[in-house]
């Protein structure tokens, strides 16, 4: 009964769609009630964010059943819809859709942390910007989000990328996936119900399905259509767990829709306005394309060349004007947000600027020009430690990048009291040393598992500064380097274990097979 009014369809919006169905394992009655009680949860609403109307949307799945499930369920349900709430005030309403997937995400990760481990909760999260249909969303180990266009049903995940929400450091991790919705999509995500059904017995036991890929053939035969989908699900087999199922349509065709599509018009005036620019003729191509727009509606590619035309003249605030019209018609293009960033930056507007490269990079965690370019700008706004932080991602993806190894060498050499040993792993804790070690075991593990193993080795390092003769540790941490292909440290940590326990024989069978593969070369050669 407390769920209920939590977990309710406020959409009402004309252009994108929402509805939902919930099924909990655990049905009871009393007296002349029925109900049910379970760890799934669904939830959609509309917020205002910068002047832009989105649907929001939330599918989560508590950990363990009934009752347990039940409180984990209602502890999100309160904290979200606190957030949908406070979302209403003026300062939430100037986030980007990108920050405010972020306060939403910290929100729940700090309340699930304080079940210190006995609760986690599996999320989809996500806004769908009305006027043009792009989705953001991340996922937090749920069941992957289908896309269902044109009778076909696909995954638009690959991979997991962030672990259950309550799972400790995975804080600066986080990132927002976008996609471009099309009139006709639909958007179907659901809990691990879905795909946990009993489809047979072997001598009494039963066979749970372990094909998640069974689900988009569900969606195809259901259509679209979530009841429907619902029976399918069932006819195929037995509901082994609470399921939720919850859908966003992107269903009527706009005018915005049209107008991004460029005519033949369109096409040559791009054309002639790039050979301009390319013989460097900017100037010509700005009052070329200023014409242009006088005279018509403005699309999106003239907005963006007209953009990079001021760009090249240093002309940053009509650069930043072309670019932010541009990106209200077609706010996927990661580069037009970076080089607003950039504008801004050159102008002499360094928060701005932040703002612009944060957002970049809550979309694309991976773009090292704009991890350099934000990293700069926190030196120049003297916020070191966020520098710090975001110049080690470059180190992930490119260890060896020259111009961020300058930039390190810059915030070292600046001594700040701020950096310290306890922030090199991006975050302070107040738990006990043994506490933390075992923390960042887990988190390490838990990466591990992902197959993150750069990642993972953090965190291994980390517990190792906290207890040096954890042998268990240091070996895990040779492997890690030999994962990453670095034989020479995989050695020195299984050589290290055998300084702790010259029989401990994992580490004695490793060094041992490197060297027999070494001489196997060294023969052939």
């Known amino acids: 009964l407390l769920l209920e009014p939590l977990s309710s369809n406020n959409n009402f919006s004309k252009n994108v769609k929402t509805e939902f169905i919930t099924e909990q394992k655990k049905k009871f009655s009393f007296r002349s009630w029925e109900s049910q009680i379970g760890g799934d949860i669904c939830i959609t609403d509309t917020i205002k964010l910068r002047d832009k109307n989105y649907t929001v949307f939330l599918n989560a799945d508590a950990m363990g059943k009934s009752i347990q499930g039940a409180g984990g369920a209602l502890a999100l349900g309160v904290v979200f819809n606190a957030g949908l709430i406070r979302s209403r005030t003026y300062a939430q309403t100037l986030l980007f859709p990108e ?13 699930f942390l304080s079940f210190d481990g006995t609760m986690y909760i599996s999320v989809c999260i996500g806004l769908v910007e009305n006027e043009t249909g792009l989705l953001y969303y991340m996922n937090a ?52 119900g879905r795909d946990d059904l009993i ?90 394309l200023n ?10 590619a003239l907005l963006n060349l007209l953009g990079q035309g001021y760009m090249e003249i240093k002309q940053w605030d009509k650069a930043i004007e072309c670019y932010t019209q541009y990106l209200s018609l077609n706010p996927i293009d990661n580069d037009a947000i970076f080089q607003v960033s950039k504008a801004f930056l050159y102008w002499g507007k360094k928060a701005e600027a932040a703002d612009f490269g944060e957002r970049l990079l809550l979309r694309d965690p991976n773009h090292i020009p704009n991890l350099i370019n934000l990293a700069e700008i926190h030196i120049d706004l003297g916020i070191f430690v966020r520098a710090k932080t975001v110049i080690e991602k470059v ?31 991006g975050e302070i804790s107040r738990k006990s040393p043994d506490d933390q070690k075992m923390e960042a075991i887990q988190i390490g593990d838990r990466l591990f598992r992902l197959k993150k193993y750069s990642e993972s080795l953090k965190y291994y390092l980390k517990a190792e500064v906290l207890d040096p003769k954890d042998i268990d540790n240091i070996y895990q941490i040779g492997n890690v380097y030999f994962l990453l292909e670095d034989q020479t440290k995989a050695i020195e940590k299984w050589q290290k274990c055998l300084a702790l326990d010259p029989k401990f024989k994992q580490a004695i069978k490793r060094i041992e097979s490197i060297e027999r593969e070494k001489s196997k070369t060294g023969r052939a050669k």
């Open 141 to 192: 180990e749920h069941p992957w989000t289908v896309l269902y266009r044109d009778g076909k049903a696909s995954f638009l995940e690959g991979n997991v990328d962030l672990c259950k929400i309550g799972t400790p450091g995975q804080e600066n991790r986080f990132f927002i996936k976008t996609f471009q919705l099309y009139p006709g999509d639909q958007i179907i995500t659901g809990s691990d």
């Open 291 to 300: 014409k242009i727009l006088s005279n018509k509606k403005p699309f999106p």
């Open 99 to 111: 920050t405010w997937l972020k306060e939403r995400f910290l929100d729940l990760q700090n309340v």
């Open 199 to 288: 489809i047979g017995y072997d001598e009494n036991i039963e066979m749970i399905n372990e094909d998640g890929n069974q689900f988009l053939k569900r969606v195809e035969e259901g259509k679209g259509d979530l009841k429907s989908i619902l029976e399918k699900i069932k006819m195929f087999g037995k509901l082994y767990d609470d399921i939720s199922l919850i859908k966003i349509s992107f269903d009527e065709p706009i005018n915005y829709i049209k107008d991004t599509i460029p005519t033949n018009e369109q096409n040559s005036t791009i054309e002639h306005g790039h050979s301009l620019i390319e013989s460097g003729k900017t100037k010509d191509a700005i009052t070329y």
């Open 395 to 425: 180190f992930l993806i490119n260890p060896n990048h020259a111009r961020a190894k300058e930039i390190l060498n810059t915030l070292n050499s600046k001594n700040n009291s701020i950096i310290d040993a306890e922030l090199q792993f």
